[in-house]
């Protein structure tokens, strides 16, 4: 009978917490879902837009930036929805979910330096736009390493 009641004090409880998903990773894939909503919204917009001034634009004069723009908007589509895909696997608590999630942010912000220097683009307008849009991109994949070890498979 003794032995009955040792085994009923022990701790059970740390065990079925070791399997739990922490409430910051799951407040972080919640943000990524609505960022990625907005930047499929935002992107998918600006490239119906541009899409028709490059059919007009021929008349009006150079396109130039078009041919770079719009690509840009396509890879930031693609990157939003690899994004999401990619906060579901987080969410499951897949490792590699982060790796992918980080590559798909690297893209559009590598594209987005590329062009402005390629465009030689030296207005601080554009230079403020350009460091907010790769900041923000960045910042989730560098919180999600601080919930790195929370995510087990």
């Not at 007009?56 to 130039?64: A, H, K, L, P, Q």
Request: glycine share 6%; aromatic share 18%; hydrophobic share 45%.
């Amino acid at each position: 009978m003794n032995t009955n009641l040792d085994l009923l004090d022990e701790e059970f409880s740390s065990s079925p917490n070791k399997n739990k998903r922490s409430p910051y990773l799951l407040v972080l894939c919640i943000l990524s879902f609505v960022g990625c909503a907005g930047y499929l919204g935002i992107f998918t917009f600006m490239n119906i837009m541009l899409s028709q001034e490059r059919d007009y634009s021929s008349i009006y004069g150079s396109r130039d930036y078009l041919d770079y723009v719009i690509p840009w908007t396509s890879i930031c589509i693609g990157s939003g929805v690899v994004c999401a895909g990619s906060a579901v696997l987080m969410l499951l608590r897949y490792q590699f979910g982060y790796f992918i999630y980080l590559f798909a942010q690297l893209v559009p912000s590598a594209f987005m330096f590329i062009y402005h220097r390629e465009m030689r683009i030296t207005s601080d307008d554009e230079e403020i736009l350009m460091f907010f849009f790769i900041a923000s991109t960045l910042l989730f994949p560098i919180l999600y390493a601080f919930a790195y070890k929370s995510m087990r498979r």
